[in-house]
Each structure stands twice: as structure tokens, then as C-alpha cells.
């Protein structure tokens, strides 16, 4: 309560302090304070003196910006919060102020703004968590104890509130407020249970109230009037007694004295009263002794008995017969202050015996003075122990004080009487002792003594399958799974079919916590240990099924995924779960693509709006269509992509993978728009977008390119040089070429002109040729036609077969045909060439090989080149820089190509051929190709 003190005047001194500030500047706190760049408390500051005079928007924004900086600082979520609940965004403010907590729990002030927070958005539930949160903190505090039970109010808990009431009132017996709020409401209590007739209960209200206020005579009328509609005169006498006794001079309780002994006809006793109130200055009920006195007059003869043994006992108080009499006489008219007199006298006279004990523990059990019979009971069991009466009300007394103990929560206190009770009290009792001596271990978390005393019940009870229960709970609250369930499996063993079902399903509930604890650990063998102990007992459990279908997923095992997604759907067939991982496990295998696709658009028809199945159907797209881009069936891939995106607009994936399709089939302007959509990691970043430029270079209808050759002989330094320029137009499904070679030598300067026709024609083939007449140094006439077919061979291959012919400058004819094949595979790509040649009659072969490395983009490569036959390679037919017809011709070379530029390339091939003349003498040719080509 101190530092609540202090800190509520530490408040109210900023406050003041923001007050005078504002007023002298007249301009907002946001421009008084300078902050500095570390500080953040400057900002807390700062926020909370323009929230205090009511400048939230200015607050807020000084939040804002300390937020930026300082994202996890406690006090400005708190704030932020604040503000949010004064604009009544309750959302917002739970939020903002559950952060808080997050990055410091013992923030208070965010504490109290959520009791508010939750209360106005009626979640008193969570309310009260706060609250008694913040009273762990301060326990003594009273508003927040006064809060509780607003909230329990505001919640419909009425019980939970009284009885909270009577607790803080016992806490806080000087706290007026507290006393009168309790006294209200206890009045209100009991006078709904008069209403609803349930006296008992008003009874022991009233009790309470009168202990609370004892000087208050409505309190002692109203249970005096309870009794007497209960029928019991004799405690509605001593409530008036009682009340009388401190309040001797009032009226009310004096006539309702006057009344009960009226109506019990007890004048001997109405008589003298009358008589002291009157002398007593009490004139107005001189009527009344009048009337009485009559009454008692003809009363008289009926009470001689009572009269004459009076007498006689007054006279020799040891008379056995007369004290027999006269007691018997007041305690039959209830007259037990009278009989208890009696009894003194007698025993006085007489000495005490078990019978006269007896007797006045009845009298005190009869005037309801239940802790004097309690007491005085235990008094005689210590003097009585053999009494069997005596033991069992000795029993049932402590049996309540225990019951008492344990509703208070006081187990450690209740053990020792549920000791007694099992060792006085007999078997039923003993048993009842059992239970609440587990029940008092088990809530001070003494596992190892409840254990013993369950196992004890057990033995005493072995078909009781609630105590198997018991017993694996607490193997559960000990972390011992294995003897819990155990111990669970032996209770549902115990019970009959009607309530199987039932144990069954708080198993399950048992095995599903168990379940994901080891899941979320990733412990998934001993996870499906414990599902298959569950199938065991409940073989068609859908969850439990589904645990198994999910877990055998996880650990790669196809077989039980299948096994137990089978028996799913064979238990519940309309059950979407087990069908949609049957055709998951199924669409795992490439040959069933087409099948399981057209199950899963069944399924789908059924249920277009179930998300499982639609992102399983796009899932199932996606690799449909990686299969098929990848088998080269773009076209069937297109139409697969476009039906997931039917379901998943928005999916990048299946957007990239339309861009891969349209690449394949070389429609690279819907290539590049697709293929934008993927979202590369920043690794991948730079190449995505080297790549993006590639495809976007790929869109562009003409390219012009130059390449220059440069050879020379090992055996001499002279250069020879070709120079060549092209130009390449594409027009969909055509490319037209047109080049022209150029080289100048000893002998003057020579000019190729060539033609090229590329057409594809389908996804698989595609067909050039080209034609080309030189004046000098080439071929004087050239022409070369090729087919290109894609074949199922080798997971995808493509042929070459082609045929040509050469007037070389000597006036010979060349004539060749090619065989070729191209294999592809990322990011290798092989081409061989087997070129068959006929020079006037002569044959002649070359065998040539083109391996490259593709990085980032078809246009970026490195390559390996080489060939070996008995001419030449064509490339060097075509140039013309010798002649070695009929001997071995050998050629490697290595080189590249890189992608400058989205619209420039260029490429290096440097190459070493070796060949022997006619002479028999090996001769070398050293050549370096550059090239560029610009795209537009």
C-alpha cells in the first residue's frame, strides 16, 4: 500500500508539473522535450504527461515513434494500449498491452488497463485472471479485491461473490465498507432463501449477520421468525433471549417474548416478565399483565403436577423422582435454560454421572448451540471412549470440520482429521476418509501419499474402474505415460459396453495430449508407438487414425500412410481427410499423375469448397505440371496450371511453372510475364534476374551479330582471318538468317553470302536449311537441310538427321549426311555428330562432340568441343583453311559464352587442330573465334 502511495503521488506530481507547463507555454508537451536517440524513457515521459491533460493524438504519436526505435519496450506498449482503451478499440488495446506483458510480466500498470480493458468488452472471465494477477503483486490491496467481486457480479457468479465477501471481511474486520457491503447482501441472501422456503439456509445467514452486527434487534427478529415458521419455538426463544440480553429495553423483542411464551403457555415464566418490565418504568404493558394473568389463572389447574414437584425439588434437590419430573417437565415445554438449571442443581446435589452428561449435551444440541456440542461431545468421548453413540457423533463432528477445512482449501490442516475419521469412525466412514485423504494429497501435489492411498482403495475395491482413473492421472501429473495409460486401459477393461465409449474417449483425450507433445518435439517414432497402443483399444478412432496417417507421412513411410489412410476411409468414407492422402501418397509417383489427377477433379466436383481438397488438387497441379514441362508436354502442362490457378489465383508457383511452359514451347514473351512472378531469395536474387533479362532478350524480333576468326599454322606465324556478319529475324514459328563470311589472303579477298530457313513445326520437330555461293577461299555452292525430332529415348532426346552438299574451290564435290542426337540435362548439354562424307567417290567420315555448361542462362555457358575422323570438321570445310582429306583429323577447343546484357551476348572458342599431310608429315592449326551479338 505504500509504494500504491507513493507511486499514485509520483502521478499526481507529473501531472501537476505538465499542467503548469502547458499553461505557461501554451504550446504542446511534444515540443518542450528534447529526446535523445538512446533515451527512451523520455518518450514513456513524455506520452503519459500528454495523456494526463488530455492531448491523446499528441501521446500517441510520441509512442509511434519511440515504438521504431524501441519495438519491445514495455512501458510503450502499455501506453500504446492505454490510448487505445480511452478510444474504446478494445482489440487494439489487448493487444498492444499483452505485448507488454510479454516483454515484462510484472508491468501493472498494463495489468489494471486490461481489468478494464476485458470488463468493458464484458470478458469478465479474463478480467479476474488480471485481478488476482495484480493481487499476487499486492495482496492486501482492498479495490482490487472490491473489483473481484464487482466482476463476479457483473459475471452471474453471485455464490463465488458472497462468498469472496466473507472472505476479505475476515481479512479486513475494521473495514466498515467491506462489513456493511457484506450485510447487505447477506440480508438479501436470506431473505431469497426465506422466500423460496428453504429455512435452514436463511437460519445460518442470519446467524452470520447477527455475529456480524449483535446489537442490531432486526437481526434477531428475523431469525426469531424463521424458527417459528420452522417450527422450532425453543431456538426462537433463545434468540430472543440472546437479544434481550443486549438490548433489554426493546419493545419489539420484548412482545416477541411476550408472544412465544403466550403461545407455549408458559405463564410462570410471561408473568414475572411482565412484572420486571413494568417496574422497570414500562407502564403501557400493565394491559397486557392484566390479560396474561387471567390466562395463567385458568391455566393453573392444568400445571399442579409441575407445581408440587417444584416444590419438592426446590426443597431437596437430590430427590431422583421429583428431579426426574421437573426436568423432564422443562425439557418437554423446551424450557432448556430451565432444564439446564435443573440439571446443575441436581448434579450439585447428587455428583455427575455419564447420564446427567448425556442429558445436557442434548439441551445444547436441542437450543442449537452447536459449537458448545461439539465441544462438549469430544469432552465426553475423552471420558467415554467405549460409547458407540458417543463415537459416532464424535466422528461426524470432525468429519464436518474436515469437510470445512477442505472447502477453505486448508488440506494440510484436514489430513489429521480424516486420520481420525478412518480410525473411529466404521466402514463407511472409513471409506469416505479414503477418498478426501487422496483428494487433500492430490491438491498439495504429495503424489507419492495419494498413490498410497489410491493404492490401498484399490485393493480394497480392485473392480472400481474410477480408481484406476485416479490412479493414471497421477502417473500423467508425474510425466509417467506408460503406467497412465496402463493403469486408463485396465479401467476400460473393468467397465461394461455401455460406458466403454466413454473411458475410450478421456483415453484418447489422454493419448491426444501425449500425442502432440511428442509431435511438436519432432519424437515421432515414440508419437506412433503411442498411436498404435491407441489403435489397439479403439481401432476405428477417426483422430487416432488420422494421427497415424499423418505421422507415417512425416516419417517418409509410404506403406503405413497408405495402410492406415486405407482403413480411414474404409471406417468413414465420408471422411475427405484419408481420401485426400490416398491420392497425395498415389500422386507420388509419376505413372499415376494422370490417374490420381482425374480422381482428385472428381473429388473436387464434390467438394469445390473444402480446403484440403482444393489445396491438395493445387499441390497436385503443381507437380502434374513440373512432370510434364519436364517430359516436354508443355501444352498438357499449360492446361493442368491453369485449372490449379482456377482454385489458387494467386499462386506464384503455378504461375512460374506456366512461365517454364511457355519457355519450352518458345513463347518467351508469356515466358518472361510468368516467370516474374517467382520470388527469389536474395541468394537467388541476382541470377533471377539475369535470367528474367535472358527471356526478355528472347522477346526481342531481330539480332544482328559479328564474329572474327583468327588461325595460324604451328609451323609459321602467318594469320589468316575470316570476319563474318549476320542478321536474324524472328517471326514465330520461322527464323530467317542471313549471313555473309568474308576473308582476306595472299591471293586476293573472298565473300560467302548464305540464307537460313529455321520453322518449328510442332512441339517435337523442327526443320532448317540453309543455302550459301561463295567467289573464292569457301565453297562456291552450299547447301544444307536438317530435321530435328524430339524422341522418347533417354528421358527425352533429340535427333538429328541431315543432308548437304559442297563445290569446294578445287572443284570437287562434297556431299555428307549427318546423324545427331542432343541430350539435355540440367545443366549439362551434349551434342555428337556423325557426319558421313562422299568426295567424288571417296568416303569420308568425322565424328565431333559439343559439351556445355550452362549458368544462370541458356546464352551463358562454358564449353568443351572435339572431333577425330578422317576429315575434316564441317565448320572447317566450310572455311576452307586446309585440306586433309583421306588421314586423321583431330580437334579440341574449349570456350563460352556470357550474357552481357539482356540484349548483348558474346562468346570465345579458342581450338587446336592437328592433321597429317600427304607427306606423312602432323601439321597444327590454332584458331580463336569471338563473337557478339546484339538483340533488338
Known sequence: MILASMKMRLHLLKYLGAVVLTAITMVPLT???????????????????????????????????????YPKDSDLKMLSGKYYHHKKQ?????????KSLEQNPGNVDAKHILVNVETESKRYSSAICYVNELLEVNPYWRGLWRKKIELYELDGNTVEANRLRKRIAQIYPEDSKLKADLIYNSELEANDKRRSGKLDEAIEIRKQLIAAETRKPEHYLMIVNDYLQAGDQANAMAYVER????????????????????????YNELLPFLQQQIRKGNTSLQSQYNYYLLEAARNAKEQDPATLYGKIFDKNPGDDEAFSYVFNNAFGNQQYEEALSILSKYRRSRGNNKSLDLKELVIYQRTGNTSRANSFTKELFARYPGDSDLK???????????KAKMADENYAAALADWETVKRYGDREMYAVAQA?????????????NAMAILTEMIAASPGNAELYLKKSDIYKKTGNYDLALAAYEQAIDLVNDELKPVYLGGYGDMLTGIIKGLNEQFRFKESMDYVQRWLQKDPKNKLALHYAVNISNETKNREDVIKYATLGAAAYPADVFFKLKLIQINGLQPENFHNVYAELEEELKKNPHHPDVVNTFVQLSEDFGKYLIKNSKSEEALVVLDKGLVYAPNNKTLKYLKGTAYEKLKDYENAYIYQSFYEPSLLELAEFKHYLAYLKSRTYKNQVGFSHLRSRFGDNYTITSISSLEYIRFAGENTYTGRAHYAGREAGKGVQLQAEWDRQWNINTRTKINAAWANQFFPSISINA?????????????????????????????????????????????????????????YLYNLSADTRYYFATPKSYLMAVGSFGSSPDVDLLDYQLYNGFSVLNTMVGLGGSHMIYRSVSAGLLGSWHNYQTNSGIYKNLYNIHLSIHVAF
Not at 538512446?38 to 514513456?44: H, L, M, P, T
Not at 459416532?392 to 474436515?402: P, R, S
Open 31 to 69: 515540443a518542450q522535450v528534447q529526446l535523445k536517440p538512446d533515451d527512451r524513457d523520455k518518450y514513456a515521459a513524455r506520452a503519459k504527461a500528454d495523456f494526463d491533460i488530455g492531448h491523446w493524438e499528441a501521446g500517441k504519436k510520441t509512442i509511434d515513434e519511440g515504438l521504431k526505435k
Open 90 to 98: 478494445y482489440d487494439k488495446a489487448r493487444y498492444e498491452l499483452i
Open 243 to 266: 437479544g434481550l440480553n443486549l438490548m433489554p429495553a426493546n419493545s419489539a423483542l420484548i412482545n416477541k417474548k411476550l408472544g412465544i411464551l403466550a403461545e407455549q403457555k408458559r
Open 392 to 402: 459416532a457423533a464424535y466422528v461426524k463432528i470432525v468429519l464436518e470440520e474436515a
Open 436 to 448: 478426501n485423504l487422496y483428494n487433500a494429497y492430490l491438491n498439495m501435489d504429495n503424489y507419492n
Open 786 to 842: 536438317s530435321v530435328y525430332r524430339e524422341l522418347n529415348l533417354m528421358n527425352g532426346l533429340e535427333a538429328e538427321l541431315g543432308a548437304g552438299y559442297r563445290k569446294l574451290p578445287g572443284g570437287e564435290n562434297l556431299m555428307n549426311i549427318v546423324l545427331g542426337a542432343t541430350k539435355q540435362f540440367d545443366p549439362w548439354r551434349i551434342n555428337t555428330r556423325f557426319n558421313n562424307f562422299m568426295l567424288d567417290g571417296t
